[in-house]
């Protein structure tokens, strides 16, 4: 049973437009959400976070919106650039069940010059 | 520099085999965890453990077995009982919120 689920396996944009990356999850007790960005033989990297108190965060070009009610959550990333193309996975935690990560499937973007 | 070293980059791993892979951190966390990625696939818990001397079975432990023994360490083995081992294997380690885990590089295990 899938938790946490990205359903869009990849995405291409154009360098300069946005990227809009999806994540829906199931679990109410998730109340940490967090965004890691991953190159290829290489360990994910932070990206952003939101707590579940919040319906936004924003940093620099990376902005996530959180919606409760929906169990969905969405990263936008604005101007997309070529260093950009990555995996980007969306992964949720509840302090109840000691923070441990719960990720989603991925979703690959590729930015084209 | 503060970080999380995983070791070796590459492994090969004959049928029936078990292999040891390494993980060591110098950024005093007390949790550590192991996560298996196959092609396509998100990240999926292998084994954690929160504090030294206690560790816990994640969604698909079967076939691996772990120690920690001391606070920098937490190895990882591949067991001749996983049927499927051929995978990218990261380890990770974490003081909590708001930054979640540091991962390492990760180690890619082959069977041949």
């Known amino acids: 049973d899938q938790q946490v689920k990205q359903n869009s396996p990849s995405l291409s944009v154009q360098e300069g437009r946005i990227s809009i990356l999806n994540c829906d999850y199931t679990?109410?007790?998730?109340?940490?959400f967090l965004w890691y960005k991953k190159y290829p033989a290489e360990g994910p990297t932070f990206l952003i976070s939101i707590s579940s108190i919040k319906d936004k965060n924003e940093d620099g070009r990376f902005t996530v919106f959180l919606n409760k009610s929906a169990k969905h959550l969405s990263l936008h990333i604005v101007p997309s650039q070529p260093g950009d193309s990555a995996v980007y996975f969306c992964a949720a935690s509840a302090k109840a069940a000691g923070n441990k990560l719960t990720f989603g499937g991925g979703t690959r973007v590729l930015v084209k010059p | 520099d503060g970080g999380i070293t995983q070791s070796p980059k590459y492994l090969f791993r004959k049928e029936g085999q078990n292999v040891t892979l390494s993980c060591e951190q110098n950024?005093?966390?007390?949790?550590m965890y192991w996560y298996r990625q196959d092609p396509g696939q998100g990240l999926r818990l292998i084994y954690y453990s929160q504090i030294v001397n206690d560790f816990q079975k994640g969604d698909i432990a079967e076939g691996y077995s772990v120690s920690r023994e001391k606070k920098e360490s937490f190895p990882l083995t591949v067991t001749s009982a996983q049927k499927n081992p051929t995978a990218f294997y990261l380890c990770?380690?974490?003081?909590?919120?708001?930054?979640?885990?540091?991962f390492g590089s990760g180690t890619r295990l082959t069977v041949v």
């Open positions: 950024l005093n966390h007390d949790a």
């Open positions: 990770a380690s974490s003081i909590g919120r708001p930054s979640g885990y540091t």
């Open positions: 679990n109410s007790m998730f109340d940490y």
